[in-house]
């Protein structure tokens, strides 16, 4: 007969084994039953630090996502393993560096297929030799999807990609559904419908409906359709990158709270957000009326910071005349950090990250700790129960202990940017994080080739106003030793000095003489200013559709080659209109970023007549290096 006192024992026992488990192994235990946590990633594009209510902004209203910040963990320090994004994209599905997979510039819809690692060719015009970013997340990697597929879950990946199109597509990467099958950084024009994307995906939507409001419903199918089941949904939305476009209603009611001493002023990207929370809205919605919120981790992160300069006049063709007045605002304001997207600097690469994860983070809380976008992929598989399939090396850790208000062993993270964005300011380079120390390394920028560093305290400066670099060489060296460690073990492309390099080449005596005459050479810029200075041509758009033309002089069928640089990117186009004939022309995509050669096909009979080229210089201004005309028995070239 057994004692009274020990069912009461056995239960004590029971009971203190439980408080000694830790909830993260008490999940990992349930992830083999039925009822394995759900997982629901939202990811918005060139959303600002401080672009949500519950991050401080005083303009933009964002109900939902300040609700979910109200249900778990709210960040302050997370960051982008890139200021730009493709890069931290990858950087999500498989946890590693982008400096170790290349991609480490937004060209991944590029048709150029770039699998290696390279430097750009470059041009004697070019002082520094950057990253030829890869252009396709190739399909050999461990990914997320791939292994939640594997472990029984259903994958679907909603909403913007900018990795590769097929045989690189989300398809391919380990998710079952891929909506809308779009490899491009965006609807091209417009976030409001009718949208400009290839007749082939049949996306449609109703006029004036947002593009954002049919990306959130097609979530919610895919919620409903596995509420019985584990799913992975990616919900990338594309808000609220450009084209800057927004819903008439939501526009006036945003002019009218506009406060001129308010940084973030900006009423047509104030409606983009709206938009962007409110389809947020729907998703939880469904969540809540499944049944399954409380069975479901959600995570809200951005892919870079928001843009934060000014001069994006009417980004939408169709909406530009309308919309430019409130476009001379910038998009957005980071403050109290510096810069923005496409910057080293913290406006570029701390993110607003909010993660609930029911009966274990505690509601409510604000945390500190540093986190990298390459953490998420070891994170989610721990948060779930998922082991590490034992090829993934990822370079992230699991930071579940933070979020269990923990700490976590690793003090230390990298950004690695070897790419140029004048838009921004930044020149190429790579930053350390140790602590609330801050190294940027910027590479070849003094004159005999080396680099130059500055150094800040986050704790101290946090809008890094002031580099003390000058005044702590020994920490310099230090933490440019991590640097040099850390490029070395990713394999990472190092921008240097361009040994081509003639800054005086252009101001050769006849070539400066017949700059003189005629600097666009025979070019006329129409909608646009376009400014040759040092054999750059730098357009910068004053209507809709911007162009440079001219009487081409050649017959096709013919090519056409081009050397551009674009801080925005966007779609562009080569027409010619022959004598007499109707205005005939071929489309291209110019990505955000560094330099890049676009080549196209001309398709034309007989003598081309009129040449134009449209840039994207509505948006920002382009700069263009060089152009060739190849015709039959001819060619041109314009090295300006």
């Not at 004692?3 to 488990?21: E, V």
């Not at 909830?23 to 939202?42: C, E, M, V, Y």
Request: charge should be neutral; glycine fraction near 8%; charged fraction near 20%.
């Amino acid at each position: 007969m057994l004692h009274p006192i020990q069912p009461m024992k056995k239960a004590f026992l029971l009971f203190a084994t439980l408080l000694l488990t830790s909830p993260a192994t008490l999940l990992s235990a349930d992830a083999t039953q039925p009822g394995k946590p759900n997982i629901l990633f939202i990811m918005a594009d060139d959303f600002g630090w401080t672009d949500l209510g519950c991050y401080g902004s005083k303009y933009h209203q964002t109900p939902n996502l300040d609700k979910l910040a109200s249900r778990g963990v709210k960040f302050t320090q997370a960051y982008a393993a890139n200021p730009l994004c493709s890069p931290t994209r990858s950087s999500v599905l498989t946890g590693l560096w982008p400096a170790r997979t290349g991609i480490t510039a937004p060209v991944c819809h590029l048709p150029q297929v770039i699998l290696e690692k390279q430097l750009t060719r470059g041009n004697p015009k070019q002082p520094v030799l950057v990253a030829n970013s890869i252009t396709r997340l190739k399909t050999d990697y461990v990914t997320l999807p791939k292994v939640l597929r594997e472990a029984g879950y259903r994958t679907g990946h909603f909403g913007k990609w900018h990795l590769g199109p097929e045989p690189y597509s989300p398809l391919q990467h380990g998710f079952d559904v891929d909506w809308p099958h779009w490899a491009g950084p965006g609807p091209a024009g417009s976030y409001v419908a009718p949208w400009k994307f290839p007749a082939s995906l049949k996306v449609e939507g109703k006029a004036g409906e947002h593009i954002e409001d049919t990306l959130s419903s097609h979530v919610v199918s895919f919620i409903r359709e596995n509420k019985d089941r584990p799913f992975y949904a990616n919900y990338w939305q594309f808000s609220v990158h450009s084209p800057y476009d927004a819903k008439d209603e939501l526009v006036a009611k945003y002019r009218k709270l506009a406060d001129p001493r308010n940084p973030q002023r900006n009423p047509v990207y104030a409606s983009m957000v709206e938009s962007l929370d409110d389809g947020v809205g729907r998703v939880l919605d469904a969540l809540d009326e499944c049944g399954i919120a409380d069975k479901t981790i959600i995570v809200f992160f951005s892919d870079n910071g928001g843009v934060s300069w000014a001069g994006k006049d009417g980004d939408a063709e169709h909406k530009s005349a309308r919309f430019q007045a409130d476009m001379k605002s910038p998009p957005t304001s980071n403050l109290p950090l510096r810069n923005g997207k496409a910057s080293l600097y913290e406006g570029g690469v701390r993110e607003p990250c909010l993660i609930v994860w029911p009966g274990i983070a505690k509601a409510g809380t604000v945390n500190d700790t540093v986190i990298q976008s390459i953490d998420w992929m070891p994170t989610l598989l721990d948060m779930v129960g998922v082991p590490l399939p034992k090829n993934a090396k990822p370079d992230g850790i699991s930071i579940t202990p933070a979020i269990q208000g923990g700490t976590l062993a690793r003090d230390t993270i990298f950004t690695h940017f070897p790419h140029e964005t004048p838009a921004s300011g930044q020149h190429p380079g790579t930053s350390v994080r140790r602590g609330d120390w801050k190294l940027i390394r910027l590479f070849a920028q003094n004159d005999d080739g080396s680099d130059q560093f500055e150094l800040f305290n986050l704790r101290d400066d946090l809008g890094e106003t002031k580099s003390v670099a000058a005044e702590k060489p020994e920490l310099v060296r230090e933490l440019n030793s991590l640097i040099t460690k850390f490029l070395a073990d990713t394999e990472a492309v190092v921008p240097i000095r361009n040994p081509s390099y003639k800054p005086d080449e252009a101001k050769k005596p006849n070539a400066k003489a017949a700059a003189d005459v005629d600097p666009l050479q025979g070019w006329k810029a129409r909608s646009c200013e376009a400014v040759v200075k040092d054999g750059i041509v730098t357009m910068t758009g004053k209507g809709d559709a911007p162009f440079l033309g001219v009487g081409a002089g050649i017959d096709g069928p013919a090519k056409v080659s081009f050397r551009v640089r674009s801080t925005m990117g966007g779609a562009g186009k080569a027409e010619w209109i022959p004598s007499g004939g109707n205005t005939q022309c071929v489309h291209f995509e110019i990505s955000a970023g560094d330099w890049q050669d676009i080549r196209a096909d001309i398709p034309a009979t007989g003598p081309l007549g009129i040449f134009r080229l449209y840039l994207p210089a509505h948006s920002a201004p382009v700069e263009l290096d060089h152009v060739e005309l190849k015709g039959s028995e001819k060619s041109r070239k314009w090295d300006f």
